[in-house]
């Protein structure tokens, strides 16, 4: 079993920057992902970024690339995402995951409960 806890999101300004964190209990050692689902009816899970379980392999989303960073320390059992050049089209709440390292959010066996971030024009 595996409960994780994000943290760090917040309403910023288009240009701005955050830092999210994921805090994992449980049996952590494994690949670990970040997603974003933006408000409205009808709007799907996407993939951000993930990252394995010793940091070797990491994939990142096409609309992030450059501007997001994931990273992790295992030793504090955390996973972190640093939000640069933030947009308005960022704006959603973000979910970290555990169990896979692709970009289907079926693929994921644990989730935490979500940070929003906005982002202002």
């Known amino acids: 079993q595996v409960e994780l806890v994000e943290s760090g999101g917040g309403s910023v300004q288009a240009g701005g920057s955050l830092r999210l964190s994921c805090a994992a209990s449980g049996r952590t050692f494994r690949p670990m992902g970040w997603f974003r689902q933006a408000t409205g009816s009808g709007s799907a899970r996407e993939f951000v970024a993930a990252i394995g379980p010793k940091s070797l392999n990491i994939v990142y989303a096409d609309s992030v690339k450059g501007r997001f960073t994931v990273s992790r320390d295992n030793a504090a059992n955390t996973v972190y995402l640093e939000m640069n050049r933030l947009k308005p089209e960022d704006t959603a709440a973000y979910y970290c995951?555990?169990?896979?390292?692709?970009?289907?959010?079926?693929?994921?066996?644990?989730w935490g409960q979500g940070t929003q971030v906005t982002v202002s024009s």
């Open positions: 995951a555990a169990g896979s390292l692709g970009p289907n959010a079926g693929s994921y066996e644990y």
